[in-house]
Nanobody, 126 residues
Framework: QVQPVESGGGLVQAGGSLRLSCVAS????????MGWFRQAPGKEREFVAA????????AYADSMKGRFTVSRDDAKNTLYLQMNSLKPEDTAVYYC???????????????????WGQGTQVTVSS
């Protein structure tokens, strides 16, 4: 099992950048595909980005393509989300999650993830 813990959220002006980190405890981090999701007030949780277990493949929600980059450092058990050109509509709590299975490709469906962090707040001011 892995237990993710996110950090790096905060308040940023529109057009700015933030890098979120997610450190996962446990010995199996490198075997798990990982994902980022977000939830804005009054809205459902939505997919942001995912990376497969080896780091060779990534996927993004359409609205994040070209602005967000997901990456992983297995030596540090850490997942990253680099967010550039932030918009007020990116304001949300961002969650890191680990796939329930080993050696996955990285899913856009929250159901496929079994291990979730507590979330980190990102606020983008206009």
């Amino acid at each position: 099992q892995v237990q993710p813990v996110e950090s790096g959220g905060g308040l940023v002006q529109a057009g700015g950048s933030l890098r979120l980190s997610c450190v996962a405890s446990g010995r199996t981090f490198s075997r798990h595909a990982m994902g980022w999701f977000r939830q804005a007030p009054g809205k459902e949780r939505e997919f942001v980005a995912a990376i497969n277990w080896s780091g060779s493949s990534t996927a993004y929600a359409d609205s994040m393509k070209g602005r967000f980059t997901v990456s992983r450092d297995d030596a540090k058990n850490t997942l990253y989300l680099q967010m550039n050109s932030l918009k007020p509509e990116d304001t949300a709590v961002y969650y890191c999650a680990a796939d329930r299975a080993y050696y996955g490709t990285g899913s856009y469906m929250s159901y496929d993830y079994a291990y979730w962090g507590q979330g980190t707040q990102v606020t983008v001011s206009s």
